[in-house]
């Protein structure tokens, strides 16, 4: 073993939470292309940063133009996608900041990938709506094009996906506005992201 992590030498999590006065969480929300993750995240991300909470949204789509550029969808790939995810977001909480994740994360074997590595600090939200509605509004496009046949693995299509039994937290995008979705997500996560002195 020739690698030596360092961590205790470095100022500590509450070091940085009492600087920021917030206390960090991991908010992954995953459900189909198109369910309403992103939007979501952004409209959260808004009321916080708003409210004087430093936050930052890690998208799944953004992060395949970079760190995740050399993944596919393959089973192996998503796999890899989630743990780079997962890892990166762990770095972010770690510094105490409010974390949204953005990531389709269609099987069980993934969330308990990021639970294994986030523990605690993840709090689990489906963000639901059927492949119908999320076909219906197809956002990117992406719809048609898995009915062409021109997209492999595509999630609810010919990729699977897992419908969560036990997330912290269900959004059910297709009776709710935006604004509404939100709200419910800032309710959930209030306590948890107050300052540990509750000031
Ligand atoms: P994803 O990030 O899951 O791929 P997007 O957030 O990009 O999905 O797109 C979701 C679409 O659904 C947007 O066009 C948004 O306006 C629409 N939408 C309708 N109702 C809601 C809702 N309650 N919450 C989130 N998005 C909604």
Redesign the pocket.
């Known amino acids: 073993m020739h690698i030596h992590p360092e961590f205790h030498r470095f100022l500590q999590r509450q070091d940085k939470e009492k600087l920021l006065g917030q206390r960090g969480i991991v908010v992954w929300l995953y459900?189909?292309?198109?369910?309403?993750?992103?939007?979501?995240a952004n409209a959260a991300e808004r009321v916080l940063h708003q409210q004087g909470r430093f936050t930052t949204i890690l998208d799944g789509d953004n992060l395949r133009t970079g760190l995740n550029s050399n993944l596919g969808f393959t089973d192996e790939d998503r796999m890899e996608n989630i743990r780079r995810i997962a890892e990166t977001a762990k770095v972010f909480v770690s510094q105490g900041i409010i974390t949204f994740v953005?990531a389709i994360t269609p099987r069980g074997e993934l969330r308990d990938l990021a639970r294994g590595l986030l523990g605690d600090d993840l709090f689990e939200v489906y963000?639901k709506a059927s492949y119908e509605a999320c076909e219906k509004?197809d956002?990117k496009g992406l719809y048609a094009k898995a009915a062409r046949g021109e997209i492999q693995h595509f999630t609810g299509k010919d990729g699977s996906f897992e419908i969560p039994q036990d997330s912290d937290l269900v959004l059910d995008?297709e009776n709710?506005?935006?604004a509404?979705?939100a709200f419910e997500l800032l309710e959930a996560i209030r306590d948890r992201i107050a300052p540990a002195n509750g000031s």
């Open positions: 459900g189909l292309s198109g369910s309403g993750k992103s939007t979501i953005s963000i509004r956002v995008t709710s506005t935006i509404d979705a």
